[in-house]
């Protein structure tokens, strides 16, 4: 029944998209990506069960700690197929743009940034890193995508708070704008990663502020098309760009899904968190709506800033900090870690792993619509009145 | 004795390449390629034993086959490291041109289609890829590069053949010339893989060829300079480009060769001989010395050639192609298997395995010596005689 809404409501997206921009100059290039996607998925799907055998028989499983006495080792790291996956099929993107050096530039940029994270996601699901080169490493990771940022360093502000405190309404931020940029990247790579400890997840959010992704950049295009600016006017490829990463990132994340959605077969690893962290990062700084994504990871925020007494040390940190199975009831309940799950399950009461997921996804939903509306609503509001 | 030499012949090599550079406009970027993989050198060195320890706790390690009796077990895929430090290093070289597109482009293609062989060299060393994988990912791996060429696709004919055959001395190859370059980058990746089995013989080999292939680029950049073209032309920055990746991966090479060298501590992987492969595949085609590549590759090219009837299944091919040791002498002896090695061993008789491995990197720093005279000093009268 879920299912066939959800799956209802991608194709209604999928089809949507392409009707939305008939008769514009984007369409082809939109199509052959959604081409791309629907072989990706399909691989994704079909691929990740042998490749689970062979993980597990190389020792790369882990305990569902949520479903007591069921001992069953789950595969592992099983992000590395849909990261290899969509890896191929942006590449094959690529064609559309062999011409364009500066276009290009910006897609080799951003894969090589995202590939780096795959690599290094699947290093540390086979030897455990250590927390030092968990920080460094992205760092280094993002470099490329910051470097080939060839964008706006400036930002926007409300002019009321401007004329306030007589600042200037743009500000031009330069080098800081860089270093904000990383920390974003290192923000969404390590915020996706502990958003996690229950089935499902990690893929269902990263599906979710995908959606809101794709109507996001779809809204911005389709306004371009209407504005008669799509030609020249250089936000307009930009959204592209982001809309040409997203469907195939969308397609293989689900191909992954429908494997790792509740009960688990396989686990996704840090391999998926860090490569679904990375793709965000690429497509908001590349796709120039990095605030925007923000306000997508709102989820993610809470529980960042919920976590950050026990991340700084300040209480003290389990290894892990997922809520507790009571054997007896089926239910989860809380334990006294600080993160969204144990206050979900403080709010709501014990429920079901499943349950627990669905109101997750569903918060993720609300936030996500909450944050388009406000984007495309009130952001003329806020910055002009 | 011989590490003194080797490490004195090397440092000449270092300071020797700044001296020609002298007074030149490229020697700054020169020498901070140069620093950066003097730091490279020392963390490849440095975080090989740890890692070498958490692999083998993962159960990647492998059996020395050519130490009868020693069962000590040997950790495995150790090229991660170099391959990760190098991505580092070439990364941060980027910071010098992050005003110029096409050059970035360059960097980041070349450095995409090296991340991507790294990540499925490991991945390989993890879980054994199947045959159809390893053919058919190096070619995805390789697209970004040939996407990015910008070069000529036009091949130079020896005058003579070409005014008995009655064709043109300059032929356009068009996308033939890129499918060239996707079966170099096949034929790079695959047979330094395939020219291994005794300890150090990888590693070594791929040094011997990183020396010559940075004394070519030198020859070419010195001479532009001599000329006083090196401004406008645009060879000069191809080879400069060459040369800036070049030094980092020797530099990481070395300091697993130091763990690899017989007796070997550490062995390399698929990840080391896939990244070696893609490296030299980037730096001939980006850099546009991919015929002089395939004079460098001589030995590799033999021992390909030799293999064919075993790859190709004519003959029966084993699962290891390696020389027999036997246990009463403790010399290597050959095998029927049809391999370099085994040649080798039946033209000098049997030898230990360090003898082995100095013979065929000898041959090698033959084969690379005569190849860059051949380059240097024929092309000329081949060419246009």
């Known amino acids: 029944m879920e299912w066939m809404l959800v799956t209802g409501l991608l194709a209604?997206?999928?089809?949507?998209?392409?009707?939305?921009?008939?008769?514009?100059?984007?369409?082809?290039?939109?199509?052959?990506?959604?081409?791309?996607?629907?072989?990706?998925?399909?691989?994704?799907?079909n691929l990740i069960p042998p490749f689970a055998e062979k993980l597990k028989a190389r020792g790369l499983f882990g305990k569902d700690l949520n479903k007591p006495g069921k001992d069953v080792p789950v595969p592992e790291a099983l992000g590395i197929i849909p990261g290899t996956v969509f890896l191929v099929c942006v590449i094959l993107s690529q064609f559309m743009f062999s011409s364009d050096a500066v276009k290009l530039l910006e897609y080799n940029a951003g894969l090589l940034s995202i590939c780096f994270m795959i690599l290094l996601g699947f290093v540390d699901d086979v030897i455990d890193l250590a927390w030092r080169?968990?920080?460094?490493?992205?760092?280094?990771?993002?470099?490329?995508?910051?470097?080939?940022?060839?964008?706006?360093?400036?930002?926007?502000?409300?002019?009321?708070?401007?004329?306030?405190?007589?600042?200037?309404?743009?500000?031009?931020l330069g080098y800081f704008y860089h270093l904000?940029?990383?920390?974003?990247?290192?923000?969404?790579?390590?915020?996706?990663?502990?958003?996690?400890?229950?089935?499902?997840?990690?893929?269902?959010?990263?599906?979710?502020?995908?959606?809101?992704?794709?109507?996001?950049?779809?809204?911005?295009?389709?306004?371009?098309v209407e504005d008669g600016t799509a030609d020249d006017n250089p936000f307009a490829s930009m959204h592209l760009f982001s809309l040409l990463i997203s469907f195939p990132f969308l397609a293989c994340s689900l191909g992954l899904l429908c494997h790792n959605w509740y009960p688990s077969r396989v686990f996704v690893g840090d391999t998926f968190t860090y490569f679904a962290g990375m793709f965000f990062a690429v497509a908001g700084i590349l796709g120039h709506f990095n605030k925007t994504l923000l306000l997508l990871f709102i989820p993610q925020l809470l529980n960042t800033?919920?976590?950050?007494?026990?991340?700084?040390?300040?209480?003290?940190?389990?290894?892990?900090?997922?809520?507790?199975?009571?054997?007896?009831?089926?239910?989860?309940?809380?334990?006294?870690?600080?993160?969204?799950?144990?206050?979900?399950?403080?709010?709501?009461?014990?429920?079901?792993?499943?349950?627990?997921?669905?109101?997750?996804?569903?918060?993720?939903?609300?936030?996500?619509?909450?944050?388009?509306?406000?984007?495309?609503?009130?952001?003329?509001?806020?910055?002009?009145?």
Chains 1, 2 share one sequence.
């Open 305 to 385: 800033i919920l976590s950050l007494p026990q991340l700084l040390g300040v209480i003290p940190c389990p290894r892990h900090r997922i809520p507790r199975c009571n054997p007896n009831t089926g239910l989860l309940e809380p334990t006294p870690n600080l993160t969204l799950l144990n206050f979900t399950l403080r709010l709501f009461g014990p429920m079901t792993e499943k349950r627990l997921v669905q109101i997750l996804l569903l918060f993720q939903v609300l936030c996500c619509a909450g944050g388009l509306v406000i984007r495309h609503y009130s952001s003329l509001m806020f910055f002009f009145v």
């Open 12 to 45: 209604a997206l999928w089809v949507g998209v392409d009707v939305v921009l008939l008769g514009s100059p984007y369409l082809f290039q939109i199509m052959y990506s959604q081409f791309l996607s629907v072989v990706g998925f399909i691989l994704t799907y």
């Open 133 to 172: 080169y968990k920080l460094m490493l992205p760092t280094f990771a993002s470099l490329p995508l910051l470097i080939a940022y060839r964008g706006s360093t400036s930002i926007l502000i409300p002019k009321w708070i401007a004329s306030l405190m007589s600042i200037p309404h743009l500000i031009n």
């Open 180 to 224: 904000y940029m990383g920390l974003l990247a290192i923000f969404c790579t390590n915020s996706i990663n502990i958003l996690a400890g229950v089935n499902g997840l990690e893929v269902g959010q990263s599906v979710v502020i995908t959606v809101a992704t794709i109507l996001h950049n779809l809204l911005e295009l389709f306004w371009s």
